[in-house]
């Protein structure tokens, strides 16, 4: 069986650290200083991206307008976050409540189709029966799970999330026949 790794599965969606979503008003991505900040994670992103530059605006956008202006400045400045290696938001010092997060996922969502791409990295050199079959069996629950927490925290806590790697282990198994080719 080929065996699915979480931190390869979610690179791409790791290294752009950015999303959509809508201003309310209240210094979000519109705002001036939040425009600093979407700039900032599109150009932190341009290197390491396959994506349109629409679809990063976007991200980048969503990014800034859930974890809002006030907690990124108290963060990293634009200019740190533009110089930033680092691939997810804990690393810059930022944290994400649920509700944060699931803004995060709702505006992501409307961006890319994150499922479409995580099964485009799971399953790059596996036959068509296996990406059917992982495509029917993962549930937008664990998908979700695996995105925010790759994003927030990390490769390294995607690995180290016991759960996390279980139900992957277990979505293998469910399509294990499917990777070894029918």
Do not use: H, N
């Amino acid at each position: 069986m080929r065996r699915m790794t979480v931190a390869g599965a979610l690179l791409a969606m790791t290294l752009l650290g950015a999303a959509c979503g809508d201003d309310d008003g209240s210094g979000g991505s519109s705002s001036e200083r939040g425009e600093e900040y979407v700039d900032a994670f599109m150009a932190s992103s341009e290197d390491d991206s396959d994506f349109s530059e629409d679809e990063t605006e976007c991200f980048s956008r969503a990014l800034v307008d859930a974890v809002g202006v006030d907690e990124l400045e108290a963060a990293a400045s634009p200019e740190e976050i533009r110089d930033s290696e680092d691939s997810s938001l804990s690393e810059l010092g930022i944290t994400l409540d649920e509700e944060q997060g699931d803004a995060l996922w709702d505006d992501i969502s409307g961006c890319v189709d994150v499922r479409e791409l995580f099964l485009d990295e799971a399953t790059a050199d596996a036959p068509e029966a296996a990406r059917e079959c992982i495509d029917d069996a993962l549930d937008e629950g664990l998908l979700k799970r695996l995105f925010l927490t790759g994003l927030t925290e990390g490769d390294d806590a995607l690995e180290e999330d016991d759960q996390l790697t279980s139900d992957l282990e277990a979505l293998g198994r469910e399509c294990e026949e499917a990777f070894q080719g029918s």
